[in-house]
């Protein structure tokens, strides 16, 4: 059994090590993971650039990994406690944008400035507790963009939620549920309003 696997089974073990990478009741690792072990865990791509004033929230133990000429604006917050963010090649995040893992983007995705996107939800089904004290809901993969989706400012994607390749949500949208490839997307919950016809290469209403 190797270290980590050994930590993961020991309680005592496990509960050390949280404490060494974040503070309690804190959801920021503490500031030597972030300078010198997060950089032996997570890979960026060539060419990717990441805002000075973004704040990256991210932990050894979950994947971020960002492709090549990809792009994090300024006061972007990216947290991965919850499970992997993995960003594609020739993706741009926008200003203000914040991601919770696990959230997937594929390549050429990128959305407009204070966009908000979470994998997972508080737990809340013991209504004595606390939500934060309780296990987080995470819905199947998290929050998937697949190429080339545009997601709009002012935008809230569910945990659960799968947009299909090539679609486009309009700015201030609530997507709850799934989007089919290659439509766009507007409203409260946004719905689909027109399809793309490839046979006349034509946007169609729905």
């Known amino acids: 059994m190797n270290l980590i696997e050994k930590i993961k089974t020991d309680p005592r073990l496990r509960q ?33 650039q990441i805002g000075f004033r973004a704040r990256l ?47 997937r983007m594929g390549n050429g995705s990128y959305t407009g400035q204070h966009v908000f996107m979470a994998g997972f939800n508080h737990g809340f089904q013991d209504g004595t507790r606390n939500s934060r004290t309780q296990p987080v809901d995470i819905r199947g993969e998290g929050v998937v963009l697949e190429e080339d989706v545009f997601i709009g400012s002012n935008s809230v994607i569910t945990a659960g939620v799968t947009i299909g390749k090539g679609t486009q949500v309009g700015a201030g949208s609530v997507v709850s549920r799934n989007l089919p490839p290659h439509c766009i ?22």
Do not use: C
């Open 16 to 48: 050390l090590a949280l404490w060494l990478i974040v503070p309690k009741n804190h959801p920021r690792p503490r500031i030597w993971v972030r300078l010198f072990l997060n950089r032996f865990f997570h890979k960026r791509g060539k060419k990717t």
């Open 57 to 103: 929230d991210v932990f050894p133990y979950h994947h971020f990994d960002i492709g090549s000429n990809s792009v994090i604006e300024d006061y972007t917050v990216i947290n991965n406690g919850a499970g992997d963010v993995i960003i594609g090649d020739n993706s741009i995040i926008g200003i203000g944008t914040i991601i919770i893992g696990p959230v």
């Open 185 to 206: 997307a507007v409203g409260n919950p946004a719905r689909v309003i027109r399809r793309y016809n490839f046979e006349n290469d034509q946007w169609e209403k729905v």
